[in-house]
C-alpha cells in the first residue's frame, strides 16, 4: 500500500474527511476551469435545429487533424492508407481500419500524442497487463461539461448537493464504527462507500441521507438498490425530495428503474461514457438515449450487434473506430425533446458479459434481464452464472410477499427458451447478490474455464 494511503486509513475520521475534500479540490480544478464553463455556455446556447451531423463532421475533422500532427501510431496508419484530411462526409471515416484492444496494448507507446498530457496507468481487462493512457485537461474539462448539462436539463446544478455511491475505499476495510461515508465539501458531495451495504448498516445509509438532503444521488445503481429494497420492505421513505438519480458504471435493467423509482420517489436518468473511452450518451425528458454528438461518433460493427467507437475528447491517447466491445442498437427515429443528437434505441451490454449457450450462441445481459418479464414483479434481482457450457445457476432475490413456487418453473422455462433446452439450469434463491472486488454486481458472471 503506498504511503498517502496507509496515513489516510490511520487517521481519524475528521482528518479523513480532511483529505478527502483535499483531493476533491484536485479534482475539481481537473475538471471544472475556462474550457468547462465555455463548453458549458455553448452547450446551453446552441442552436439545436441544425442537421448534427455538419457539427459532426467538424468535430471529427479537427480531431483527425490533431491525431496526424501529434500521434506517431496514426501518422503512419494514415500514411499506409492514403488518408486525406479534411473528409468531405463522415462515410470517409469509414476508410480507416478498426482498432482492436489488443493493437491498442501491443502498441500502446505509439498511442501517446506528443503533447503535454498527465498519463495515468490504467489496468486494462482480463491480462491484467496496465495500458498507459493520457488524457488532455481540455478534454476532461469538455466531457465534465456534458455530463454535467445532461443533469441540468433534469433540474440538477452543479454545486447542488449530491450523495454519490462509489467504489473508491472511503475507509478502512477493518472500520467498525458505522461511518461508511465522506464528506467532499468542493462539491458538496456526499459520498457513500459501496462496500459496507449490508442489512445491518442501511439503517445508517438511509439516516445519513435524511440528513445531509441530497437533490440527486449518483453512482453504482446496485447499491443505490440495495438501499431501496430495504426501504421497500420496511416501508421506509426519505423525508425529503430528491430531484433525479443519475446511475453511472453499471448496466440499469428495467427491473433495477422501478424499484429504484418506486423507493427513492424520483426519476432516474441513465448515462454512458463515464468511462473517458466512449462518447457520452444520456437519457432526456422522454426517456430516450441521446449520443451527444459534439464527443464522437458510434458506428455498428459486424453481426453481433457490436459497436465502434470514435471518441473526440481522447486525444491525449486517441481511440479512432475503436472496438470497444459493447453492444448497442441504432435508431433513425426522431425525439421531441429538442435534443438533437441521433437516438440509440438501446445499451445493450457489455463485450464479455454474455452466456455461451450450445444452441443459441451468445446469449447476452440485455436479454437475460428479460427473464423475468413474465413475472408479476415478483424477482426484484437476479444474476446468471455459467460454470460449463451446459452448466448455469439461476440466482434471484425473491420478493417475499409475491414470490410463489409456481414463479420457479416460469424462470426455468424462460431460461430455456433463452439458452436451450439442454441448458441445465439450477435455481438458487439468495437474499443479496455478491459484489466482486470492485464493488459492482455483475447480471451475467462467466466462470466457465
Ligand atoms: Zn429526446
Not at 475533422?61 to 484530411?85: C, G, M, S, W
Not at 410463489?404 to 439458452?419: F, S, T, Y
Amino acid at each position: 500500500m503506498a504511503l498517502k494511503e496507509e496515513l489516510y486509513y490511520k487517521s481519524p475520521i475528521f482528518i479523513q474527511n480532511i483529505l478527502t475534500s483535499l483531493y476533491g479540490k484536485k479534482l475539481m480544478q481537473e475538471r471544472y476551469g475556462m474550457g468547462y464553463e465555455e463548453k458549458i455556455k455553448e452547450l446551453r446556447e446552441k442552436d439545436r435545429t441544425i442537421d448534427y451531423r455538419i457539427e459532426q463532421l467538424e468535430r471529427l475533422n479537427a480531431f483527425l487533424l490533431f491525431v496526424q500532427t501529434h500521434t506517431p501510431y496514426y501518422q503512419k496508419l494514415f500514411q499506409e492508407h492514403d488518408i486525406r484530411l479534411p473528409f468531405t462526409s463522415l462515410d470517409q471515416l469509414q476508410t480507416i481500419p478498426v482498432l482492436e484492444k489488443e493493437t491498442l496494448r501491443q502498441q500502446n507507446a505509439a498511442f501517446l500524442s506528443n503533447i503535454d498530457a498527465p498519463v495515468r496507468g490504467r489496468t486494462g481487462g482480463t491480462s491484467g497487463k496496465s495500458l498507459q493512457v493520457a488524457f488532455m485537461r481540455e478534454d476532461v474539462q469538455e466531457r465534465m461539461a456534458h455530463l454535467d448539462y445532461f443533469k441540468e436539463l433534469h433540474g440538477f446544478y452543479s454545486g447542488m448537493r449530491r450523495a454519490s455511491f462509489t467504489g473508491r475505499t472511503l475507509t478502512a476495510v477493518d472500520q467498525k464504527k458505522p461511518i461508511f461515508w465522506r464528506m467532499n465539501r468542493p462539491l458538496n458531495q456526499l459520498l457513500l462507500s459501496i462496500f459496507h451495504m449490508k442489512e445491518e448498516n442501511l439503517p445508517a445509509y438511509i439516516e445519513e441521507l435524511n440528513r445531509f438532503r441530497p437533490a440527486a444521488l449518483d453512482g453504482t445503481p446496485t447499491a443505490m438498490l440495495e438501499i431501496a429494497l430495504y426501504m421497500l420492505k420496511h416501508k421506509i421513505q426519505l423525508d425529503f425530495k430528491l430531484t433525479a438519480i443519475f446511475p453511472t458504471a453499471e448496466t440499469v435493467t428495467p427491473e433495477m428503474r422501478r424499484l429504484l423509482e418506486e423507493a427513492f420517489q424520483a426519476p432516474v436518468f441513465d448515462q454512458y461514457g463515464s468511462s473517458e473511452g466512449a462518447p457520452i450518451i444520456s437519457e432526456c425528458r422522454e426517456r430516450k438515449l441521446h449520443l451527444h454528438h459534439e464527443t464522437g461518433i458510434i458506428e455498428p460493427y459486424g453481426e453481433g450487434g457490436e459497436v465502434v467507437v470514435t471518441c473526440f475528447t481522447t486525444r491525449g491517447t486517441p481511440l479512432i473506430r475503436y472496438r470497444i466491445g459493447d453492444r448497442m442498437t441504432l435508431s433513425h427515429d426522431q425525439c421531441t425533446c429538442g435534443l438533437n443528437g441521433p437516438i440509440i434505441e438501446s445499451i445493450d451490454g457489455r463485450g464479455t458479459s454474455y452466456i455461451v449457450s450450445e444452441k443459441r450462441g451468445k446469449v447476452f445481459e440485455g436479454d437475460i434481464t428479460t427473464i423475468a418479464r413474465e413475472l408479476p414483479n415478483s424477482v426484484l434481482r437476479l444474476q446468471v452464472e455459467q460454470y460449463a457450457l451446459n452448466q448455469v445457476t439461476l440466482r434471484y432475490i425473491p420478493d417475499e410477499q409475491l414470490f410463489v413456487p409456481k414463479h420457479e418453473k416460469i424462470l426455468l422455462r424462460e431460461m430455456h427458451k433463452l439458452l436451450g433446452s439442454s441448458m441445465q439450469v439450477t435455481l438458487e434463491p439468495v437474499r443479496q447478490m455478491k459484489q466482486e472486488p470492485n464493488g459492482k454486481t455483475l447480471i451475467v458472471r462467466q466462470s466457465m474455464k
